[in-house]
């Protein structure tokens, strides 16, 4: 069996500062998981003193795919494969999100408030850097498939009754680096593939789910720019129960992959559910890593 190794790395940059970003996040990867038909097993949610990062926050979940993946990629797969497994280290400003099925995806991610220009945040090596990929994602400039778009998740169009922001204009970037704030989302991705022809779609596949998510992080922060980290963690411990709740009814069945396809999640974790592929699932890591 062939195996083929991508490594792309993502810059996303958003209006905002760290510490916006990190409430958005998660409380979009809360969202995410929490939508109907959501196939999710959370088996470990805790603190750790010693790890990815130094401290942080581990998870471990089993995301049942189901029906609700692209066609194409389900047609890829035997049925044994339409379970994935994630591990997730958080350790804001820095995650890593590691996923695994028939094909493997690893994403690590470095918050920093700049302007994305760093070239070797995540310290590759010379070869490393030869087969690595850049894709800078852009939020207003970007297209969307018309399949996707949301009058109410288009940052030209959209404006925080709560801070006043937006709607952005295609020099939005200009304007952000003059008078801030302003943040990039450093995303390295690494894909292990073990079935043939899945290279470009998958890459396209993932870069559409950043976009949406990041688009969705922006346009949805009337809904989590005033909430604490307290108030994040008491969503977690109700999702959390939530789910329980659902996989002891059999209630879940599969993952909502919004049409054929948003956190992580999202980039939390591996697969896309409201916003999360945020990082945060294909991406939950797409917001978290």
């Known amino acids: 069996m062939q195996v083929t190794m991508l490594i792309k790395e993502y810059h996303i940059l958003l209006p905002m500062s760290l510490e916006e970003y990190q409430v958005a996040q998660l409380y979009m990867i809360q969202v995410g998981t929490n939508g109907s038909g959501s196939g999710v097993e959370i088996l470990a949610n805790r603190p750790y003193s010693d790890g990815p990062g130094g401290s942080g926050q581990y998870t471990h979940k089993i995301y049942?795919?189901?029906?609700?993946?692209?066609?194409?990629?389900?047609?890829?797969?035997?049925?044994?494969?339409?379970?994935?497994?994630?591990?997730?280290w958080k350790a804001y400003?820095?995650?890593r999100t590691r996923c695994s099925m028939k094909f493997s995806i690893e994403i690590e991610t470095y918050y920093r408030p700049d302007s994305g220009k760093q070239s070797n945040v995540f310290n590759l090596t010379a070869a490393e850097k030869r087969q690595r990929i850049m894709d800078t994602?852009?939020?207003?400039?970007?297209?969307i498939s018309p399949n996707e778009y949301k009058v109410e998740e288009d940052p030209k169009l959209y404006r925080s009754a709560k801070t006043g922001r937006?709607?952005?204009?295609?020099?939005?970037?200009?304007?952000?680096?003059a008078s801030g704030p302003l943040m990039c989302a450093y995303k390295l991705c690494k894909v292990e593939f073990r079935y043939w022809g899945?290279?470009?779609?998958?890459?396209?596949?993932?870069?559409?789910?950043?976009?949406?998510?990041?688009?969705?992080?922006?346009?949805?922060?009337?809904?989590?720019?005033?909430l604490t980290m307290e108030d994040i963690r008491q969503l977690e411990e109700e999702t959390a129960r939530m789910l329980a709740q659902k996989m002891a009814k059999g209630a879940c069945r599969g993952s909502p992959f919004p049409g054929?396809?948003?956190?992580?999640?999202?980039?939390?974790?591996?697969?896309?559910?409201?916003?999360?592929?945020?990082?945060?699932?294909?991406?939950?890591?797409?917001?978290s890593s």
Do not use: N
């Open 64 to 88: 049942h795919v189901g029906s609700h993946i692209p066609s194409w990629f389900r047609a890829l797969l035997p049925k044994a494969a339409l379970q994935v497994e994630e591990e997730s």
């Open 93 to 95: 400003p820095y995650t």
């Open 137 to 143: 994602i852009d939020i207003v400039r970007d297209p």
């Open 166 to 177: 937006g709607p952005l204009g295609d020099d939005w970037l200009e304007g952000a680096m």
């Open 198 to 226: 899945m290279q470009s779609k998958i890459e396209q596949f993932i870069h559409d789910v950043m976009l949406r998510a990041h688009r969705q992080a922006w346009c949805w922060q009337d809904e989590w720019t005033e």
């Open 260 to 287: 054929a396809g948003a956190t992580e999640s999202p980039f939390h974790g591996c697969l896309p559910e409201g916003p999360s592929f945020l990082g945060g699932g294909l991406l939950r890591e797409c917001l």
